[in-house]
């Protein structure tokens, strides 16, 4: 239990009237000075029901309340106020992180209750790009954030797999491909043949019309074109598998778009029945203007639905197949009014469940300040700058420590670690920029430098040859904690705290920001204190530097990089 949990349970054992542990929490201030305490407990709130003044309470609170866990307990006029001992309390803490090791943290937000994540989601024949890989780590993050508080997270890759597009790429591929020369690279030679259609098609509409007919033919389920979609499939997913691979993420779940197109009538039944289609210019369109929102296209003119009728259909098969308590879709911002649409229809509908639906939107990568673009020759490709920020890493560790064991193995922990953690430190709404010389520094705000920081704490604790089982046991004995060390123990305090947080908020910087700090505050105290020297203090110093290492670990997990042991 952290201090406030302490106070709170102290309150309630005393308190005349009952108070719910949330609301003594919201209550709890920080007084502004220390010498008024670390926390106050204001006494307003109970003068009514009391018939006293907040001054008499808290002077009648400070007689009957339990002080042993606490350094004093003080009524100063009408607040209570509590001060910490930071001997008992740095001791707490830390033996419950040695006891329960990686579990620290956990908690239950979410009673097992289950979380579709839409995520990732690139579109087939085409690369994947920075706005795929954000939607990917940060869903990759969020799923570990809330299996952590027991959600249960399902990750979803909504692969833009179908579509009017396939007419066209399947017209393009017959007049100008070579099976030969799309094996070698598949996604690069698919792309190319679809830009040189809308070349082509300029001066030559009659392509439109094949690539309609296509299209169609591919709805109706004609062997060729079936055929030529799968393998466009195929390939496709094998290339974004090696991405996948190299960034450690998996999914559950591979359904595509593709596979709501026996799903979608249902749904525009149910429009219709409930008189919500209404016919614009041939096309069938559900009116949103209530909502101050532009018409959802739920059918095209030649009868071809859409984006979001095949959203529509998934979001009402999800809530059929997993029962969700929250369906959470991480889309760039850009998206942000379709999602408002998808709701608005849903509740449309009827579906009293479409207040559980969470667009998770995020900014963009830029480069030097701007937009990254494929026409301005601003692209960044996923591959290269995996295998770029791998090769400084390598590069790195071959300066720092040129006789490390594995060293292959841990420069791509550390490269595709950077990647991640600048990804995921910034706050997701904003833009950033990416720069990889910066991103995989070890020192500044980077994931190496907290992935460092891990290693050099395991580094001590190998060098202390103890066995660190046995340490809880032996806390007791340990020395008077200092200055430094009582401010990384008030923060691995706060972890679950912050997991708390970054779950309710969607906002895996939280635990970013939140290890750099930890981070930080360990490398000051390993400036300053001899940890291994061997003293009555040395057992309490081991307990916190594995502490330390524990809860690094862990808050790098939670983002889904890696934390080598040496580096
Ligand atoms: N494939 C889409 C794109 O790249 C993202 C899909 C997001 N998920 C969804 N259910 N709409 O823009």
Redesign the pocket.
Known sequence: MDFKGQVIQSLQQVLPVEMAPEKLNSLLEIPKSGKLGDLAFPTFILAKEMHQSPVEIAADLAKKIDAAAFEKVQAVGPYLNFFLDEQKFSQQILETILTQQAKFGEQDLGQGGNVPI?MS???IAKPMSM??LRSTVIGNSLAKLLEKVNYQPIKIN???DWGTQFGKLITAYKLWGSEEEVKKDPINKLLEYYVHFHQVDVKHPELDDQAREWFRKLEDGDPEAMELWKWFRKISLQTFMKVYDRLGVEFDSYNGEAFYNDKMAEIVEILADKGLLHESRGAQIVDLSKYHLNPALIKKTDGATL?ITR?LA?AVYRKRTYHFVQSL?V?GSE?TN?FKQLKAVLHEMGADWSDQIHHIPFGLITSGGHKLSTRAGRVILLEKVLDDAVALAQKQIEQKNPGLKHKAEVAKAVGVGAVVFHDLKNNRMDNFDFNLEEVVRFEGETGPYVQYTHARAESILRKSGKNLGELPDQLRISSQINLEAWGIVKKLADFPTMIERAVTEYEPSVIAKYALHLAKAFNQYYAHNRVLNDDAGLNGRLALVEAVAIVLKEALRLLGVKAPDEM
């Open positions: 839409d989601s690139p579109n706005g795929h909504h692969l833009g984006y959203d998934a879709y889309v998206q379709h």
